[in-house]
């Protein structure tokens, strides 16, 4: 589904990814780990296309095509969904406005018919059971006030709406509380198909007993310093990510920054 | 200068009051009006005394602080501008004036053409227990005059301001409009004024004098339109005075001709205990000006002054805001949003006054622009003068465009960035349009912003 290769990528002239390979086949959870500053959430944001982000060298394969010749919107109407670190608030547009909009761009751009306000209320009223979100929450304007666990729920929300084949879940636990890390999480699960494939990118072990990788990757100064099973993530979480940076500066010959 | 420009250069200029001179078509229409529409004394007095103050003030120029981003020369130089006359009004239909109604008002629609009250348009089966009649007319009726002269001029002041001295010189018509003591208006009150004409180029003038008595509630809504779509100049005033714990909502919808010049004042006098809500919507006109000021005059007042602008290609909107607390324990709140697009020029210059002694004042005040275009510009000048210690007051204003995180967002699902930027400009507007209680307005907002969104992509 993605392949990527030898990816490159800086941010005001500052290179963050520095040779990223990574491959994702359908019905595949990735976990990307790693500290804070190693390039995790650069890669979510570069897969999503955020325009801050530079692609300097490599490519991004998506279901046969080049990823990086299309725009975010056309990424998303293909099916690519990004959950945000920080989801965005838009006052004065209501989240089932918004959300009518993005679906029905989405059928559009396959073909099929769209929905008109009151087919995607009875919709949307369904698709909310996924993340326990009460019917008040569709009127008001996207993400305003809206607590951290309730933005977070409303990423995943968006997430059942649209579908996607690829789920990019950029630190979704941060900020969550066990209960609400919970509910997302069993979100995240219920979407799950054999057809879909979803990165789960986070700092914590923690999200990943709710979310079972298939895969680990650990990043540690914009390549992947290791790689493995599920397990992987459990000896992170005793051994911390020092190790991790020690080993990934010597396996590369590099010096260490910090 | 040819000879003739000289002439009415000199009256307006030089301030010579010279009665006979041709060109001043508000000077003729005066006198006309001293002749065709005698009243009781005080309002021949109040008439004169207005004019008078008109031909020594004339029309603002930039050279006057307060009018400094806004230019009325063209108004003032052109003499193809005429008042209006009655006769018009016959030539009117109700049928043609249907699609202005909004419906939840029908039952209590008020229409003045080019600023007279037509009683054969409007219809007020719907106004039971409030007072309407022709202002001009009201003054000699035996029950209301002594209240017209009581609160007529008293808050649009016309000593200092030549627009609101012309509206007051030429006052024969108008409307009237008493909101008795604990009166509780269910249906809002629609009050149309219909400018413009094909043929000719008029200046109106119309007036409207609102009283809500003690404990009374009302809900007015005013909307400016035209049938013809051409060249005219209104030069409006609306005065409103609320007793003791009265009640009002105030939409102003302004959807004037796209060529249209559009002044207007709003004075609000508030009471004890009064709430007084306000949102004006500035859509049309080629040059809009509102002066709108709100004075409280007494204890535990509240008060709500919100606005939107809409300024297209061409277009000049100013606001010009005016919060006065004079008493203790008042409040006031008050977000302006702009949305500006090609050439589009706004101007909002917001003073909140603290008066001495005011206590416990809690003033609020925002005023947030949109710039869509890097041709538009906007002036804001937010101002707070405290003269009390004990208050809380704040104000702020910004200038902005589109938010790029915004607009990534709703791009990473799925939303193509041309209609991304018109969400979000609607997601702007929406602060103030959907306070608007009453649907159809809503509604009809929202469809102009999403129109004038839509132009603007095609463009």
Redesign the interface.
């Given at each position: 589904m993605l392949e990527i290769r030898n990816l490159h990528a800086t941010v005001d002239g500052n290179e963050i990814l520095k040779g990223i390979d990574l491959t994702i086949n359908k019905g595949e959870i990735h976990a990307i780990m790693g500290p804070n500053g190693s390039g995790k959430s650069t890669l979510a944001k570069v897969l999503?296309?955020?325009?801050q982000y530079e692609v300097t060298g490599g490519e991004v394969i998506y279901e046969g095509r080049n990823l990086l010749e299309l725009?975010?919107?056309e990424?998303?109407?293909e099916g690519i969904?990004?959950a945000?670190q920080y989801?965005?608030e838009?006052?004065?547009?209501s989240n089932a406005?918004?959300l009518r909009?993005?679906y029905n761009?989405?059928r559009k751009?396959l073909g099929e018919e769209e929905l008109d306000p009151l087919e995607f209320k009875d919709f949307l009223k369904e698709r909310a059971k996924v993340v326990e979100m009460d019917a008040s929450f569709m009127s008001r304007?996207v993400n305003e006030g809206f607590s951290g666990g309730e933005k977070k729920r409303n990423e995943i929300l968006?997430m059942a709406v649209?579908e996607p084949k690829l789920a990019v879940l950029d630190e979704t636990d941060s900020g969550l509380d066990i209960d609400a890390l919970r509910v997302v999480a069993g979100g995240v699960n219920q979407l799950r198909t054999p057809e879909n494939a979803i990165i789960v990118v986070t700092h914590y072990q923690r999200l990943l007993n709710y979310i079972v990788p298939d895969y680990v990757h650990v990043l540690a100064h914009g390549r992947i310093a290791r790689e493995g099973g599920k397990e992987l993530a459990l000896e992170l979480e005793e051994k911390g990510y020092d190790w991790i940076k020690t080993s990934a500066g010597q396996e590369n010959g590099a010096v260490a920054r910090n | 200068m040819p000879a003739k420009k000289m002439a009415r250069w000199l009256v307006i200029k030089k301030m010579v009051s010279d009665l006979a001179t041709p060109e001043n078509n508000y000077q003729a229409a005066f006198r006309a009006l001293q002749q065709t529409k005698p009243s009781a004394p005080w309002v021949e007095l109040v008439r004169e005394s207005a004019m008078d103050r008109f031909q020594s003030l004339g029309f603002p120029s930039v050279t006057n602080e307060e009018w400094k981003y806004t230019n009325l020369a063209p108004l003032a130089k052109d003499a193809s501008f005429r008042p209006a006359t009655e006769e018009r009004l016959s030539a009117i239909t109700k049928d043609a004036i249907s699609s202005f109604v909004y419906p939840e008002t029908g039952t209590s629609h008020l229409v003045l053409v080019n600023g007279f009250l037509s009683p054969e348009l409007s219809t007020i089966t719907g106004i039971e227990g409030a007072v309407a009649l022709d202002l001009f007319a009201a003054v000699s009726d035996g029950k209301y005059g002594r209240l017209v002269r009581e609160y007529l001029a008293r808050n649009a002041c016309y000593k200092n301001n030549g627009l609101r001295a012309l509206n007051t010189a030429l006052l024969q018509s108008g409307l009237f409009l008493l909101i008795p003591r604990n009166t509780n208006l269910q249906t809002p009150i629609q009050i149309t004024y219909l400018s413009g004409s094909p043929d000719s180029t008029d200046a109106s003038f119309p007036r409207v004098l609102v009283l809500a008595e003690e404990n009374s509630s009302a809900t007015i809504v005013e909307s400016y339109v035209t049938i013809a779509g051409n060249r005219y100049f209104t030069d409006a005033v609306m005065e409103l005075v609320l007793k003791e714990g009265a009640r009002l909502k105030h939409y102003r919808v302004q959807r004037e001709s796209s060529k249209a010049f559009h002044v207007a004042s709003t004075s609000a006098e508030l009471g004890r205990g009064s709430s007084y809500d306000a949102t004006s919507i500035n859509l049309g006109a080629f040059l809009a000006r509102h002066d709108i000021s709100v004075v409280m005059e007494d204890e535990g007042a509240e008060c709500w002054v919100d606005g939107l602008y809409l300024v297209g290609a061409d277009q000049h909107s100013d606001t010009h805001s005016v919060i006065d607390h004079k008493k203790p324990h008042c409040t006031s709140h008050q977000l302006y949003k702009g949305i500006l697009d090609g050439n589009g020029r706004a101007v909002f210059n917001g003073k909140i006054f603290v008066r001495e002694g005011a206590q416990k004042t809690d003033a609020m005040q925002t005023n947030k622009n949109l710039l869509l275009s890097s041709q538009a510009r906007v002036d804001t000048k937010p101002q707070l003068e405290i003269f009390a210690d004990d208050v809380k007051c704040a104000h702020g204003a910004a200038v902005g465009q589109i938010d790029e995180e915004e607009l990534f967002y709703l791009q990473a699902r799925g939303i193509n960035p041309d209609l991304a930027r018109n969400l979000l400009t609607y997601g702007f507007a929406e602060e103030v349009i959907g306070k608007i209680t009453i649907d159809s307005i809503r509604s009809q907002l929202d469809a102009t912003v999403l129109h004038q969104l839509h132009a603007q992509i095609e463009a």
């Open positions: 999503a296309g955020h325009p725009s975010p919107d990424r998303a109407r969904f990004m945000f989801p965005i838009v006052p004065g547009v406005q918004f909009l993005a761009e989405k751009h304007s968006q649209l | -």
